[in-house]
């Protein structure tokens, strides 16, 4: 058969030549390639559009409490300031019986749980049951700092590490039993107090009280 009756029967047959079907198969990769890419690129913007909300809902700035001549921290510094201010609130709402320590002492150790750690709890569990043997749980009592110690947060704050440091708070420390004042005393407390990785819901400070770096001291007895 001559070379013109093939190509009238190729075209009759419809078949494309060879160089065209070529073209077709590469245009289609192309386009697969492109898709692939494309894909890609959208599940990397995803995940950069979460990495980035995420990280802004876990960026926790400490503002100093007092801004009078303004304030440069770094994300996630922690100024002495509010260390200082932070121990001073848990220890103090901590040690404040209300009704009484027999009433009031478990109940806060339940409900700052997440602001001392496990072994200090323990050994203020075990001072209150020393207490309560001698008599002196049974008591109303409330912490105060003494005048001028906050203008002294600064020097009352010792870094141990980068995310720890010793608190030292003085206090008075007043108690009453059936209404009659029967202790009022100036004691000096030195905390040991460390940053901790958790949830604000758990934890909104991120630090604990983890144990006492010396024994509490007896500054003052007023009766």
Same mark, same amino acid.
């Given at each position: 058969?001559?070379?013109?009756?093939?190509?009238?029967?190729?075209?009759?047959?419809?078949?494309?030549?060879?160089?065209?079907? $070529?073209?077709?198969?590469?245009?289609?990769?192309? @386009?697969?390639?492109? $898709?692939?890419?494309?894909?890609?690129?959208?599940? +990397?913007?995803?995940?950069? @559009?979460?990495?980035?909300?995420?990280?802004?809902?876990? @960026? +926790?700035?400490?503002?100093?409490?007092?801004?009078?001549?303004?304030?440069?921290?770094?994300?996630?510094?922690?100024?002495?300031?509010?260390?200082?201010?932070?121990?001073? *609130?848990?220890?103090?709402?901590?040690?404040?019986?209300?009704?009484?320590?027999?009433?009031?002492?478990?109940?806060?150790?339940?409900? *700052?749980?997440?602001?001392?750690? $496990?072994?200090?709890?323990?050994?203020? $569990?075990?001072?209150?049951?020393?207490?309560?043997?001698?008599?002196?749980?049974?008591?109303?009592?409330?912490?105060?700092?003494?005048?001028? +110690?906050?203008?002294?947060?600064?020097?009352?704050?010792?870094?141990?590490?980068?995310?720890?440091?010793?608190?030292?708070?003085?206090?008075?420390?007043?108690?009453?039993?059936?209404?009659?004042?029967?202790?009022?005393?100036?004691?000096?407390?030195?905390?040991?107090?460390?940053?901790?990785?958790?949830?604000?819901?758990?934890?909104?400070?991120?630090?604990?009280?983890?144990?006492?770096?010396?024994?509490?001291?007896?500054?003052?007895?007023?009766?």
């Amino acid at each position: 058969m001559s070379e013109n009756k093939k190509s009238k029967a190729a075209g009759k047959s419809g078949a494309l030549p060879a160089s065209m079907v $070529r073209a077709k198969d590469e245009v289609a990769k192309h @386009i697969t390639t492109l $898709r692939v890419a494309l894909l890609f690129v959208c599940l +990397t913007l995803c995940v950069s @559009i979460y990495a980035n909300v995420t990280a802004l809902q876990r @960026i +926790t700035v400490y503002i100093p409490p007092d801004l009078s001549f303004g304030a440069e921290m770094e994300v996630g510094e922690v100024g002495k300031a509010n260390v200082f201010t932070n121990t001073a *609130y848990l220890w103090i709402e901590f040690n404040t019986w209300m009704t009484s320590g027999d009433a009031d002492a478990e109940r806060n150790t339940q409900v *700052y749980r997440e602001y001392f750690s $496990r072994s200090f709890l323990s050994v203020m $569990r075990s001072e209150y049951a020393r207490k309560r043997l001698n008599g002196s749980l049974d008591r109303q009592r409330r912490l105060t700092l003494v005048p001028g +110690t906050m203008a002294e947060a600064e020097q009352r704050v010792v870094p141990v590490t980068a995310n720890s440091w010793v608190v030292y708070l003085d206090v008075v420390d007043e108690e009453w039993y059936l209404g009659t004042r029967v202790k009022n005393s100036k004691v000096r407390y030195s905390l040991l107090v460390e940053r901790v990785e958790t949830t604000p819901n758990r934890n909104a400070i991120g630090m604990q009280v983890v144990g006492f770096k010396d024994e509490p001291r007896l500054l003052a007895e007023n009766g």
